[in-house]
């Protein structure tokens, strides 16, 4: 067990070097010449030759390389060429909203999803079930970025219930900035947790033992939790694991509609600028969530599945 | 009398399951031809979008500006859809941003298909090192924040279609490879496959007869569900800014372009969204009837 987790640890660190080398190559091949980003357009050719020595620009590519994953190991992926800081605590900054964000997303995803998820599997090939997973299927094919301006235009504006976008703090008054670009991202990814988790329950009905509880005369509703959501969870830990790794990713788009200051919106500031190392720090930071949300989510099956054991 | 050829032995192991075929009980479902039809009329506007749209889609029409310079609603006289805030007819770029949907969301699936199916049939079918060399490369891919690699991609080689399309075809590879690798090491394990070993088929020869035809079946519905998946991501890019340079009509874009006079003319965001989650819907529709089926037939 202890050898099988130092494995995974060391393709854990080797998954998020590569992941952080490539993107670097891919850096590193940018036509326009970071020093002159650095310098700005209007500095003269002695001042950007400066820039570049001074970043060490005008080295060859494997002393950059070599330089740049000793930095790396220092928890230091260089300078953002854009806001002239160090790349990596800026992006860190902003990782409280993004994970407020991050989390009341997937909890609108869950608490729309589940429900949804365990009515259509009981009520299989009925007319509700039918109007249902139609609706579910019909929010995932929605662009998230689309139907959050959808929203901001019927109930921000519209309706004046909530604000249009922006943060409201972490204070009491800060919830109501939350609810529709949760909502937006809830009612976009809730499919994905229904769809899963109606397969899943009615695979799960369908086993002996849920049919052993029937006979013995235990209620449907009994039957139907303590037999059949239960078992029919499993499945979700996985989807719940790969959801969460990838909220960073998803969550650029929604920041940038909802103006929410986090990881996201910061990138999407400096496209313009190709500013690798603000890019490179947060491929870490969303590397580094994927990888760990996997070994989790194996973990978790290992203490829920007797069965699976890893050696 | 002579020995039976290899494909004979093949053919005789290789039992087909009862019941009518996959590709039938794929026709048979009429969401399939629902979903169906729709993406056929929608390849029909694409290809044929110079003959169908009405107007120059980016042409800034001076009559498509009202007295005070704002721009027109839709059902205008000339203009169906409304015209934006330059006096472009609003159905016109629609049509010819349907192009751009459709090249990028099936051009990158067939790149995630065909490399994909590659990657996973070579690590399923060689094992050892090529397969724990090959995995990992999925696992890199797989942790890469999807957004954020297609907009740094477009950034530094250019935000072209072909690039584009190739960035996000190249990631949606990786799952493909897993799948098609599972699928792989269960044929590998099969009985005709064996037999054709026995025979003396070569590795190519099995491949190419027996796993190919089996693991496109089963990738199919995946690559199908990718459409919908690159559609969304490349009009997502656009409505970063990242996407191909303005005028070209896109719908992510002009979603971008129509949430600058969000309050005064609402249209303008809904239409291109409309559209893409639409044409989201119809291939997502298509890959779950052909699950459906692939499902029934075992």
Not at chain 2, 188 to 195: L, N, R
Request: charged share 10%.
């Amino acid at each position: 067990m202890s050898r099988y987790i130092a494995q995974r640890l060391v393709w854990m660190l080797v998954t998020v070097w590569g992941v952080l080398t490539i993107t670097w190559v891919i850096g590193f091949l940018v036509p326009s010449d970071p020093a002159r980003i650095i310098a700005g357009v209007h500095a003269t050719p002695q001042t950007v030759a400066a820039v570049a020595r001074l970043y060490g620009f005008n080295q060859p590519f494997y002393v950059q390389y070599v330089r740049f994953l000793w930095n790396v190991l220092h928890l230091n992926v260089g300078t953002s060429y854009h806001f002239h800081a160090s790349a990596l605590p800026l992006v860190m900054q902003r990782l409280g909203a993004t994970g407020e964000l991050g989390l009341a997303a997937v909890l609108a995803e869950l608490l729309i999803g589940v429900p949804l998820g365990i009515l259509t599997a009981q009520r299989r090939d009925t007319r509700l079930d039918v109007l249902v997973s139609g609706g579910l299927v019909a929010g995932s094919s929605m662009p998230t970025y689309w139907f959050g301006i959808l929203l901001i235009y019927v109930v921000a504006f519209k309706a004046g219930i909530l604000p249009v976008g922006g943060f409201g703090g972490y204070g009491p008054g800060g919830w109501s900035y939350l609810v529709l670009p949760a909502v937006t991202y809830g009612i976009t990814g809730a499919a994905y947790y229904g769809r899963l988790l109606r397969a899943s329950l009615i695979d799960v009905m369908a086993q002996d033992h849920v049919r052993t509880a029937r006979a013995k005369g235990l209620s449907g509703r009994g039957v139907l939790w303590r037999h059949v959501v239960r078992n029919g969870l499993m499945p979700l830990v996985t989807q719940l694991g790969i959801d969460l790794a990838n909220t960073l990713s998803g969550l650029i788009v929604l920041e940038t509609v909802f103006d929410w200051p986090g990881v996201g919106s910061l990138v999407v500031q400096a496209i313009d600028y190709v500013d690798v190392p603000l890019i490179l720090a947060a491929t870490l930071l969303a590397s580094v969530l994927v990888v760990v949300l996997n070994f989790a989510v194996d973990l978790v099956y290992l203490a829920l599945d007797p069965r699976i054991s890893y050696t | 009398m002579l020995a039976p050829s290899v494909d004979e032995v093949v053919r005789a192991s290789d039992v087909e399951p009862r019941g009518p075929s996959t590709l039938v009980r794929f026709v048979r479902q009429p969401r399939t031809w629902l979903a169906g039809g729709f993406v056929l009329l929608l390849i029909l506007v694409a290809l044929g979008a110079p003959l169908v749209s009405p107007k120059n889609p980016d042409f800034p029409y001076p009559n498509g500006l009202s007295m005070i310079g704002a721009p027109l609603p839709p059902l205008s006289a000339g203009f169906p859809l409304g015209t934006d805030s330059l006096g472009r007819d609003v159905l016109s770029r629609l049509i010819w941003g349907s192009r751009l949907a459709l090249e990028v969301g099936v051009g990158s699936s067939a790149v995630a298909l065909v490399g994909g199916t590659l990657l996973g049939m070579v690590a399923g079918y060689f094992k050892g090192a090529v397969d724990v060399a090959i995995m990992r490369w999925v696992d890199m891919m797989l942790a890469f924040p999807f957004v954020l690699f297609v907009i740094f991609v477009a950034a530094v080689f250019g935000s072209s279609v072909p690039i584009i399309l190739v960035a996000i075809g190249i990631l949606q590879m990786a799952p493909i490879a897993r799948l098609a690798r599972a699928k792989t090491l269960e044929i590998v394990a099969m009985a005709y496959v064996e037999a054709a070993t026995a025979s003396g088929a070569s590795r190519a020869r099995i491949l190419a007869r027996h796993a190919v035809p089996n693991l496109v079946t089963t990738v199919l519905p995946y690559a199908l569900l990718q459409v919908g998946t690159n559609i969304t991501l490349e009009s997502a890019l656009s409505y970063l800014g990242a996407g191909p340079p303005p005028p070209t009509p896109d719908w992510g874009a002009m979603v971008n372009e129509g949430q600058q006079g969000l309050t005064t003319t609402p249209w303008l965001f809904f239409f291109p969204g409309l559209c893409i989650m639409l044409t989201v819907v119809a291939f997502n529709l298509l890959a779950d009837s052909w699950l459906t089926a692939i499902r029934a037939t075992r």
